[in-house]
């Protein structure tokens, strides 16, 4: 008859946990774990209820018919808290990514209107409206618009244009074969300009 190691020996009350967790630990955890892994993310299993799924003779010669109600109780809520860390380390929670919210990496068609394609693919659209900001007098040379929508267009040709100071005028900005051309609303005069920012 074995007589079990020295440390059974001198605590007799151990040799029953290390006969369960020797003969039985492998068989609960290959039952409990696939319901657990799938219960994951909801409430835990309070308890692993050891007489329903251990055999008469595997409950008894692990010593637990000898626990009290108690014991067996806080020991199966054990058990059930234990088996639960095990299958997060076997299968870690995976944490969606916060959503991201959706932003575009290009600009819009009208806030690149006019500007260099850098090997992009063309800009739909030929023409483009908005105002002058603040007091226009016509151009001369090397005139700089600056339109309410931000975009900064420059003179390119050496035309002359004087008109008595209008507020904010209303222009509109075409792509010709050879460039763009700026017109203001109410005048038949136009220039040719380029973007600049």
């Given at each position: 008859?074995?007589?079990?190691t020295g440390r059974d020996r001198f605590c007799p009350s151990l040799r029953p946990w290390r006969i369960f967790f020797a003969?039985?630990?492998?068989?609960?955890?290959?039952?409990?774990?696939?319901?657990?892994?799938?219960?994951?993310?909801?409430?835990?299993?309070?308890?692993?209820?050891?007489?329903?799924?251990?055999?008469?003779?595997?409950?008894?010669?692990?010593?637990?018919?000898?626990?009290?109600?108690?014991?067996?109780?806080?020991?199966?809520?054990?058990?059930?808290?234990?088996?639960?860390?095990?299958?997060?380390?076997?299968?870690?929670?995976?944490?969606?990514?916060?959503?991201?919210?959706?932003?575009?990496?290009?600009?819009?068609?009208?806030?690149?209107?006019?500007?260099?394609?850098?090997?992009?693919?063309?800009?739909?659209?030929?023409?483009?409206?908005?105002?002058?900001?603040?007091?226009?007098?016509?151009?001369?040379?090397?005139?700089?618009?600056?339109?309410?929508?931000?975009?900064?267009?420059?003179?390119?040709?050496?035309?002359?244009?004087?008109?008595?100071?209008?507020?904010?005028?209303?222009?509109?900005?075409?792509?010709?074969?050879?460039?763009?051309?700026?017109?203001?609303?109410?005048?038949?005069?136009?220039?040719?300009?380029?973007?600049?920012?």
């Amino acid at each position: 008859m074995n007589q079990g190691t020295g440390r059974d020996r001198f605590c007799p009350s151990l040799r029953p946990w290390r006969i369960f967790f020797a003969m039985i630990a492998p068989l609960l955890l290959g039952l409990a774990l696939p319901g657990l892994v799938r219960a994951r993310g909801h409430v835990p299993v309070a308890r692993v209820p050891l007489k329903k799924i251990m055999t008469v003779d595997a409950y008894e010669r692990a010593g637990l018919n000898r626990l009290t109600a108690v014991q067996r109780r806080d020991f199966e809520a054990w058990l059930a808290k234990h088996l639960q860390e095990m299958s997060n380390l076997i299968h870690p929670a995976r944490v969606s990514p916060a959503p991201r919210a959706h932003q575009s990496t290009r600009p819009s068609v009208p806030a690149r209107f006019g500007l260099p394609t850098h090997r992009r693919p063309p800009i739909s659209g030929n023409s483009m409206e908005s105002r002058i900001e603040g007091i226009f007098r016509g151009w001369s040379g090397a005139t700089r618009f600056h339109l309410a929508n931000g975009q900064t267009w420059v003179q390119t040709d050496s035309g002359y244009f004087r008109i008595s100071p209008v507020l904010n005028p209303r222009v509109k900005i075409k792509k010709l074969l050879v460039g763009y051309v700026l017109r203001v609303r109410g005048y038949g005069e136009q220039v040719f300009v380029t973007r600049v920012h």
